[in-house]
Nanobody, 124 residues
Framework: QVHLVESGGGLVQAGGSLRLSCAAS????????MGWFRQAPGKEREFVAS????????YYANSVKGRFTISRDNAKNTVFLQMNSLKPEDTAVYYCAGDRGYYASTSAREYPHWGQGTQVTVSS
């Protein structure tokens, strides 16, 4: 089991940056693939980015490619989402998710472990 807690959300102007963190409990974090998803009001949860347990493979939604970067520090049991050039359409609750195994899926259904979410609001 792994317990996930996100932080780093907030209010930022369009064009600004935020760095989200997801801290995981447990001693097996390095064996978990991790993902970031987001959900805007009235919309379904959508994939943002994912990273394999080693950090060697990363995947991004087309809408964030080139602006967001996912990374992890297994020694600190933490995964990050660096978000640059933010747009109002990036406004959402951002969730981190974990799945024991190497493959970093882009599907929310593959992740059994979820954090409580952190709000990101981008003003125009």
């Amino acid at each position: 089991q792994v317990h996930l807690v996100e932080s780093g959300g907030g209010l930022v102007q369009a064009g600004g940056s935020l760095r989200l963190s997801c801290a995981a409990s447990g001693r097996t974090f390095s064996s978990y693939a991790m993902g970031w998803f987001r959900q805007a009001p009235g919309k379904e949860r959508e994939f943002v980015a994912s990273i394999s347990w080693s950090g060697g493979s990363t995947y991004y939604a087309n809408s964030v490619k080139g602006r967001f970067t996912i990374s992890r520090d297994n020694a600190k049991n933490t995964v990050f989402l660096q978000m640059n050039s933010l747009k109002p359409e990036d406004t959402a609750v951002y969730y981190c998710a974990g799945d024991r195994g190497y493959y970093a899926s882009t599907s929310a259904r593959e992740y059994p472990h979820w954090g409580q979410g952190t709000q990101v609001t981008v003003s125009s």
